[in-house]
Antibody
């Protein structure tokens, strides 16, 4: 069974940093691109970032480019999102997500989602 | 960046009736279009990918159609558990971003 468990969320001051983690199990982690998607309170879904299975390919939404860094440790089956220079508008639930089993490239829908971790940026 | 526009923002339909939700892309995304359902307090769930293929375990009353820039999600006979938010997402352009629509709230009439 595929499981994705996010952690690392919390309250941080504007300008601060936070690192989110997503522990994956139930599949061959290194074979799949992994994504982060966020949802501000009462708002819709916003795609944030994706990383290829082997790690060198990373892509970002313009809203986080230059401030967020996605990475992965395939030996630990863990996905990360390093968030720097945080702003109030980064307040959201952050989900990690994986493609369905048939899709092993970067351009895939998101078939499995974690439960999300809440990041609150406020003074 | 490809902009995805969903309509209507809110759709009120009675149980047992048909619901039709629309999603438009600002440029062609071929058939690289997914639909998700999200209920309050839950993570999104993949319903449709490739514009028309139901994901594993999704009931046959959910169907998707369209290609290029115009897409439709149809729920043929609404059940109580179908009242939720629905989002479309394109995953066509290279390089990303893989943008979502702003969502449609499907509510009970």
């Amino acid at each position: 069974e595929v499981q994705l468990v996010e952690s690392g969320g919390g309250l941080v001051q504007p300008g601060g940093s936070l690192r989110l983690s997503c522990a994956a199990s139930g599949f061959t982690f290194s074979s799949y691109a992994m994504s982060w998607v966020r949802q501000a309170p009462g708002k819709g879904l916003e795609w944030v970032s994706v990383i290829s299975g082997s790690g060198p390919g990373t892509y970002y939404a313009d809203s986080v480019k230059g401030r967020f860094t996605i990475s992965r440790d395939n030996s630990k089956n863990t996905l990360y999102l390093q968030m720097n220079s945080l702003r109030a508008e980064d307040t959201a639930v952050y989900y990690c997500a994986k493609p369905p089993g048939y899709c092993s490239i970067t351009s895939c829908p998101l078939g499995y989602w974690g439960q999300g971790t809440l990041v609150t940026v406020s003074s | 960046e490809i902009v995805m526009t969903q309509s209507p923002a809110t759709l009120s339909v009675s149980p047992g009736e048909r619901a039709t939700l629309s999603c438009r892309a600002s440029q062609s995304v071929s058939s690289n279009l997914a639909w998700y359902q999200q209920k309050p307090g839950q993570a999104p769930r993949l319903l449709i990918y490739g514009a028309s293929t139901r994901a594993t375990g999704i009931p046959a009353r959910f169907s998707g159609s369209g290609s290029g820039t115009e897409f439709t999600l149809t729920i043929s006979s609404l059940q109580s558990e179908d009242f939720a938010f629905y989002y479309c997402q394109q995953y066509n352009n290279w390089p990303p971003p893989y943008t979502f629509g702003q969502g449609t709230k499907l509510e009970i009439k």
